[in-house]
Protein backbone atom coordinates (compact mmCIF):
# COMPACT_ATOMS: atom_id res chain seq x y z
CA UNK A 1 0.00 0.00 0.00
CA UNK A 2 1.25 3.27 -0.95
CA UNK A 3 1.81 6.06 1.66
CA UNK A 4 3.29 9.85 2.00
CA UNK A 5 6.70 10.09 3.52
CA UNK A 6 5.65 12.84 4.97
CA UNK A 7 2.81 11.74 7.60
CA UNK A 8 3.21 9.31 10.35
CA UNK A 9 1.16 6.18 10.19
CA UNK A 10 -0.38 3.91 12.88
CA UNK A 11 -2.29 0.67 12.29
CA UNK A 12 -4.86 -1.04 14.62
CA UNK A 13 -6.39 -4.49 13.61
CA UNK A 14 -10.17 -4.32 14.40
CA UNK A 15 -11.18 -8.01 13.55
CA UNK A 16 -9.18 -10.62 12.74
CA UNK A 17 -5.08 -10.43 12.66
CA UNK A 18 -3.21 -8.96 9.76
CA UNK A 19 0.97 -9.33 9.31
CA UNK A 20 2.24 -5.42 8.57
CA UNK A 21 5.43 -5.22 7.46
CA UNK A 22 6.28 -8.51 9.73
CA UNK A 23 4.59 -7.88 12.49
CA UNK A 24 1.80 -9.59 13.48
CA UNK A 25 -1.36 -7.59 14.76
CA UNK A 26 -4.09 -8.72 16.92
CA UNK A 27 -7.10 -6.23 17.91
CA UNK A 28 -5.97 -4.03 20.93
CA UNK A 29 -2.26 -2.74 20.60
CA UNK A 30 -1.85 0.20 17.99
CA UNK A 31 1.42 -0.01 16.03
CA UNK A 32 3.40 2.77 15.31
CA UNK A 33 4.64 2.97 11.68
CA UNK A 34 6.52 6.14 12.36
CA UNK A 35 6.64 8.86 9.60
CA UNK A 36 9.56 7.95 6.17
CA UNK A 37 7.79 5.21 4.74
CA UNK A 38 6.95 5.55 1.21
CA UNK A 39 5.06 2.51 1.45
CA UNK A 40 3.79 -0.63 3.94
CA UNK A 41 2.95 -3.91 3.15
CA UNK A 42 -0.08 -6.18 4.98
CA UNK A 43 -1.06 -9.47 4.88
CA UNK A 44 -3.99 -11.39 6.18
CA UNK A 45 -5.29 -15.38 6.36
CA UNK A 46 -8.63 -14.90 6.90
CA UNK A 47 -11.57 -11.69 6.87
CA UNK A 48 -10.03 -9.04 8.60
CA UNK A 49 -10.70 -5.66 9.73
CA UNK A 50 -7.69 -3.30 9.89
CA UNK A 51 -7.51 1.03 10.32
CA UNK A 52 -4.95 2.73 9.10
CA UNK A 53 -4.47 6.57 10.61
CA UNK A 54 -1.91 8.74 9.45
CA UNK A 55 -1.20 12.43 9.08
CA UNK A 56 1.10 15.53 9.36
CA UNK A 57 3.21 14.64 12.87
CA UNK A 58 2.40 17.16 15.66
CA UNK A 59 4.76 19.94 15.32
CA UNK A 60 4.84 20.36 18.93
CA UNK A 61 6.23 17.83 21.86
CA UNK A 62 3.27 16.44 23.41
CA UNK A 63 2.50 14.04 26.27
CA UNK A 64 0.02 11.20 24.93
CA UNK A 65 -1.22 8.92 28.31
CA UNK A 66 -4.12 6.24 28.06
CA UNK A 67 -7.15 8.68 26.21
CA UNK A 68 -5.18 12.34 27.33
CA UNK A 69 -3.09 14.04 24.94
CA UNK A 70 -1.77 17.50 26.76
CA UNK A 71 1.71 19.68 27.16
CA UNK A 72 3.01 18.44 29.60
CA UNK A 73 2.62 15.68 32.84
CA UNK A 74 0.58 18.31 34.76
CA UNK A 75 -2.14 18.93 31.89
CA UNK A 76 -2.55 14.90 32.22
CA UNK A 77 -2.44 15.07 35.86
CA UNK A 78 -5.68 17.74 35.49
CA UNK A 79 -7.58 15.75 32.83
CA UNK A 80 -7.81 12.69 34.73
CA UNK A 81 -8.88 14.27 38.11
CA UNK A 82 -11.52 15.91 35.73
CA UNK A 83 -12.13 12.58 34.07
CA UNK A 84 -12.53 10.61 37.59
CA UNK A 85 -14.76 13.71 38.74
CA UNK A 86 -16.91 13.20 35.82
CA UNK A 87 -16.60 17.26 35.21
CA UNK A 88 -18.58 18.41 31.83
CA UNK A 89 -15.03 18.89 30.16
CA UNK A 90 -15.15 15.66 28.53
CA UNK A 91 -19.13 15.68 27.07
CA UNK A 92 -21.24 12.50 27.32
CA UNK A 93 -20.38 9.13 25.72
CA UNK A 94 -23.76 8.19 23.22
CA UNK A 95 -24.57 4.65 22.61
CA UNK A 96 -22.64 3.38 25.07
CA UNK A 97 -24.26 0.99 27.95
CA UNK A 98 -22.59 1.56 31.03
CA UNK A 99 -20.39 3.17 33.60
CA UNK A 100 -17.71 5.29 32.46
CA UNK A 101 -14.15 3.30 32.18
CA UNK A 102 -12.03 4.53 35.07
CA UNK A 103 -8.93 6.10 34.05
CA UNK A 104 -6.23 3.97 35.04
CA UNK A 105 -3.74 5.09 38.02
CA UNK A 106 -0.82 7.49 36.94
CA UNK A 107 2.31 6.03 36.48
CA UNK A 108 4.95 6.64 39.48
CA UNK A 109 7.23 9.13 37.21
CA UNK A 110 6.61 11.96 35.33
CA UNK A 111 5.14 11.77 32.17
CA UNK A 112 7.70 13.37 29.43
CA UNK A 113 6.77 15.27 26.58
CA UNK A 114 8.03 13.74 22.93
CA UNK A 115 7.86 14.49 19.37
CA UNK A 116 9.53 14.80 16.16
CA UNK A 117 11.23 18.06 15.27
CA UNK A 118 10.30 18.48 11.67
Not at 13 to 26: E, F, I, P, W, Y
Not at 34 to 51: F, N
Not at 85 to 108: K, L, N, Q, S
Amino acid sequence: MPLSADFEYAVLALDGAADVDGVSLKPGPLLYLGAGRTSVSVSTGSASRLLLLGGEPFAERLVMWWNFVARDHDEIVHMRADWVAGTPRFGEVHGYDGPPIPAPPMPITRLVPRGSTR
